[in-house]
């Protein structure tokens, strides 16, 4: 997790950077939960950026060019983790922690 945490850092942080760190892991969040959802929907990790784009979002959209570098990390779990486990808290406790 933390390689796609570090990747997601270096790519999107010029973008995100108007954020307060605290605001933009409770938005990475988000975005974790929604892919996560998209998984359970049974949503092709292919088409999770068209998906999620189609629908109503919760984050800004500057967000959304994180998303093709959260989903391999979310449809790389196992499904028993995907339906049992809070992915985006486990998210945002360690976006929180690379302060």
């Not at 307060?20 to 939960?33: E, G, L, N």
């Amino acid at each position: 997790m933390f390689r796609y945490a570090l990747a997601f850092a270096l790519v999107a942080s010029p973008v995100l950077a108007a954020d307060s760190k605290t605001q933009s892991c409770d938005y990475q969040a988000q975005i974790v939960a929604a892919i996560q959802q998209a998984r359970l929907d049974k949503v092709k990790e292919r088409n999770v950026v068209k998906h999620l784009a189609a629908s109503e979002q919760t984050w800004p959209s500057n967000y959304n060019a994180a998303i093709p570098i959260m989903t391999p990390w979310v449809y790389e779990q196992k499904m028993r983790d995907i339906r049992k486990k809070d992915l985006s808290a486990a998210w945002k406790e360690l976006c929180v922690k690379q302060g």
